[in-house]
């Protein structure tokens, strides 16, 4: 089953923040966060391992709670860049299958 | 860099007909995989394999096959291809362990009519 990110979507202005979630009904021992540009490939952005914080990006920092099988992906004073669709990933433990979150619709106005 | 290459990027196909999508990596990558995206949907996976000789079903197998013919090439074939087929297809692959993310190919944009 995929993980459930919330929300499924959001509008913002230049310079606010946004936090975006991601939840497993699994036990998650490491995720994944992508950003895909309409008509593009996903790109990876950054990866939690468990018990671990992990910044990619400058403004862009995410967590990872394993006992509540979520990871949250925090994006600071955001950029016209940063619209776009965020999807979490992950390995279903066990198996080398990789499943992808619901996704969240970014979208950042000027 | 060539990366994870998908041929062709675009095609357009006839309800019935079939046809085999093309995957090559360049990056000596163990796992590889196939997932389908629809319109303003996110990834599902079609198909994986985790090594040369290896493929296993991911959530949406039905209607498809894959050949994984040897470490760099993994094909997904559409035997009879249905309207619900329309979709953009990823090719993906990453390396081996839990930390390693996907790099994926550009996509094929499959139309049928």
């Known amino acids: 089953q995929q993980p459930v990110q919330s929300p499924q979507a959001v509008i913002l202005r230049e310079g606010e923040d946004a936090v975006i979630n991601c939840s497993s009904s699994?036990?998650?021992?490491?995720v994944h966060w992508y950003r895909q540009k309409h008509g593009e490939a996903p790109v990876f952005l950054m990866i939690l391992l468990k018990g671990g914080e992990q910044k990619g990006h400058e403004k862009i920092s995410a967590s990872f709670n394993e006992k509540k099988q979520q990871s949250s992906l925090y994006l600071t004073a955001s950029q016209l860049s940063y619209s776009g669709t965020y999807f979490c990933g992950t390995k279903t433990s066990g198996t080398y299958k990789y499943i992808f979150g619901t996704g969240t619709r970014l979208k950042v106005l000027a | 860099n060539a990366g994870v290459t998908q041929t062709p990027k675009f095609q357009v196909l006839k309800t019935g007909q079939s046809m085999t999508l093309q995957c090559a990596q360049d990056?000596?990558?163990?796992?590889m995989y196939w997932y389908r995206q629809d319109p303003g949907m996110g990834l599902r996976l079609i198909y994986y394999s985790a090594s040369e000789g290896t493929t296993d079903k991911g959530e949406v197998p039905n209607g498809y096959n894959v050949s994984r013919l040897n470490k760099r090439e993994f094909s997904l074939r559409l035997e009879s291809a249905a309207p619900s087929q329309t979709s953009v297809y990823f090719c993906?692959?990453?390396?081996?362990?839990?930390?390693?993310?996907?790099?994926f190919g550009d996509g094929t944009r499959l139309s049928i009519l």
């Open positions: 993906a692959s990453s390396g081996t362990g839990s930390n390693q993310p996907q790099h």
């Open positions: 990056m000596n990558h163990n796992s």
């Open positions: 699994k036990a998650l021992y490491s």
